[in-house]
């Protein structure tokens, strides 16, 4: 199964391809989208958009994992990113991808299987986790990587075939 990871935002949205094969995870590329800081917020969506469909047609996932937004203090930044990520969904809709969204708690238990770990605890797993020799940059990739990670375990996790076979019984 090929996942990509995305790291919504508006300046920089991260993004990173795994390939998982049950336990087996493979990465197979990351980097970032960026838009410049000088633009109407408008003409960034509209970029990051038809940025999104181009990598997704390029890199033609399974499916796409992404973060679930989470309000902290700047909430001007954080409408900004929530319309990033709109754009974000609207991408993957259009292109016809299923897509599966995490909390950060969420993928913090499944790279790191601590909910409340750091951030760079999470990296740093990452890189361990994909065999990589250095924490991948910028850090909204390694984070996007980290989406494709917890997906990759839900979704390979016994738990939802369990339920399956007791449901038949």
């Known amino acids: 199964m090929r996942i990509l990871g995305i790291d919504p935002g508006y300046a920089t949205i991260g993004f990173g391809l795994v390939e998982a094969d049950r336990a087996q995870l493979h990465m197979v590329t990351y980097g970032a989208i960026t838009t410049p800081a000088g633009l109407p917020l408008s ?6 958009g038809t940025d999104m469909e181009d990598l997704i047609g390029q890199l033609k996932p399974d499916v796409i994992s992404i973060e679930e937004l989470f309000f902290n203090t700047n909430i001007t930044t954080g409408i900004a990113v929530a319309h990033g990520r709109g754009v974000i969904l609207y991408a993957a809709e259009r292109c016809g991808v299923p897509l599966y969204e995490y909390t950060p708690s969420q993928v913090k238990m499944a790279v790191t299987g601590y909910g409340k770990a750091e951030k760079r605890q999470v990296m740093d797993m990452t890189r361990r986790l994909l065999k990589l020799p250095s924490v991948p940059r910028p850090d909204d990739a390694a984070d996007a990587l980290g989406l494709a990670i917890c ?11 369990l339920k399956d076979v007791r449901e038949t019984i």
């Open 43 to 48: 003409k960034r969506l509209y970029q990051i």
């Open 151 to 161: 997906h990759a375990r839900s979704f390979t996790s016994r738990l939802p075939q």
